[in-house]
């Protein structure tokens, strides 16, 4: 398959003048559906799958400039952690002499992929070994699994690059996505109160309606080979026990109508840690399909105005950001040691679950109350950046990031290489609710990666 532009981060790369224009893209995608009666992730329960609505995939590109190579993953997976970025970099590094430093692995978020990591994984595992003698569930080491085939993503996506023209550019979309934070008339702040609720006062906070567009066209011209849409909506509007890669998938399908067949949709997710499908005025709850089909022609109309990005000059950089961790008392693990063993039962109410996950969580990956977290900023030319970031990020945290770049388009993309959970504004710590009980970062982590990302923008657009 061939491919396009995005990717990552080699500490301030210059690209000479004479190599300016000569763009080669490359892309891979490589099938990475576990086995059916292999446990879901996204929810609180042990939740064993039946089946698959559409396959999983890592999609990967690999952009290439003179001797500079950079290359970007996208994986329909709940999160990325640390462990599996690292050893899936080395291992592509290692295969296409790529710095690992300049590969990025990002999830889309899909809440109908698979539970391979952290805590809640850890417990089932164990206790159904405890109890069986061996984990039925996990008939493969789909970890080590999958990190080897993120990087034969990136290693197929690196053996065949071609010369590509860029395209980029934004679109609005008010249809589909709505802040599940809402002012109560007790004075609280909940999160999805519930359709129709008289109880609502008002939203706490906005949707970030701007659908980002990179599109790669062959160099001779003719129909786009590829193309990157990033928009702030939680993946979970699918449900249910069959794998899928949720709205995403739609959006691909409905493009490759007017693309072509071998078109490769990639979608980032935006920063909507507090943003989903629901709509609370309405009974009428978005489906899959709507979803991915209004952001298909949100994307189609916007084609024909996107405008050529001139003088590619790439160039990315990183940071590493120490943000402080919330602390667990010894009451608290205690308290949560002795109450998993009653998570998914009604024994254990929502937020309970949440809190007893996040405390064990906290105090398995974080013992020093320090989380080391990645930035990654990326120059494709003078006029156009993206920023990559950790977590699921409140969308005013991205707003205030596009809003402070010297950049004309700032496309900001979070879930990458790590899993600090959620990231909410110092103003949402104050508020409370379930994003907040489920936050491994202390107030402010957020505004710190913010100020991070700006001082990086505004360094690479200084830099030519």
């Avoid at 099938?31 to 039946?50: H, L, N, W």
């Avoid at 899959?288 to 916007?302: M, N, Q, S």
């Avoid at 994003?435 to 690479?460: D, H, M, Q, T």
Wanted: hydrophobic residues 40%; contains cysteine; proline residues 6%.
């Amino acid at each position: 398959m061939r491919a396009f532009w995005i990717v990552a981060l080699s500490a301030f790369i210059t690209v000479p003048a004479g190599v300016a224009d000569e763009l080669s893209a490359g892309v891979a995608v490589v099938d990475i559906t576990p086995p059916v009666g292999y446990r879901m992730a996204g929810y609180y329960q042990e939740r064993p799958s039946t089946g698959t609505l559409d396959p999983l995939y890592a999609k990967a590109l690999v952009l290439k400039q003179g001797d500079r190579k950079v290359a970007l993953v996208f994986c329909d997976l709940v999160a990325v952690p640390l462990e599996l970025s690292a050893d899936a970099r080395s291992q592509a590094s290692t295969a296409t002499g790529i710095p690992a430093e300049n590969i990025a692995i990002a999830a889309t978020h899909s809440h109908t992929g698979p539970l391979y990591c952290g805590v809640l994984r850890d417990f089932f595992h164990q206790r159904t070994v405890a109890s069986e003698g061996k984990d039925s569930r996990e008939s493969v080491d789909y970890s080590r699994t999958l990190a080897k085939k993120v990087a034969q993503a990136i290693t197929e996506a690196a053996a065949q690059t071609e010369p590509v023209r860029l395209e980029a550019g934004t679109a609005e979309e008010t249809r589909i996505s709505f802040n599940r934070r809402f002012h109560m008339k007790d004075g609280s702040v909940r999160f999805n109160p519930g359709v129709l609720n008289p109880d609502i006062v008002r939203t706490a906070g906005p949707i970030d309606p701007e659908v980002g567009l990179i599109l790669a066209r062959p160099l001779g011209g003719g129909k786009p080979i590829t193309g990157l849409t990033v928009f702030a909506l939680h993946l979970d509007t699918v449900g249910g026990t069959q794998y899928s890669a949720d709205y995403p998938h739609v959006l691909e399908e409905s493009l490759r109508k007017e693309l072509g067949s071998s078109f490769v949709s990639l979608f980032g997710a935006g920063t909507c840690g507090d943003i989903n499908h629901v709509d609370v005025k309405s009974k009428e709850r978005l489906a899959t399909a709507v979803i991915g089909r209004h952001l298909a022609e949100t994307v189609l109309a916007a084609l024909p105005r996107l405008e050529p990005v001139r003088q590619p000059e790439l160039a990315m950089t990183r940071r590493i950001v120490d943000v402080p961790t919330r602390k667990v008392t010894p009451a608290e693990l205690s308290d949560a040691k002795a109450r998993i063993a009653d998570i998914g039962t009604s024994k254990l109410p929502f937020l309970d679950a949440v809190r007893t996950v996040t405390t064990l969580d906290l105090e398995k990956a974080y013992p020093d109350q320090v989380a080391k977290l990645e930035v990654q900023v990326l120059r494709l030319g003078p006029d156009h950046a993206a920023v990559f970031l950790p977590g699921e990020v409140f969308v005013d945290l991205g707003l205030a990031i596009k809003r402070g770049s010297p950049f004309k388009q700032t496309l900001v993309i979070e879930l990458t290489n790590s899993i600090p959970a959620y990231i909410p504004t110092k103003k949402a710590f104050g508020e409370g609710s379930y994003e907040i009980v489920n936050s491994r970062v202390e107030p402010g982590g957020g505004e710190r990666l913010v100020e991070a990302a700006l001082e990086l923008l505004k360094e690479l657009k200084a830099r030519r």
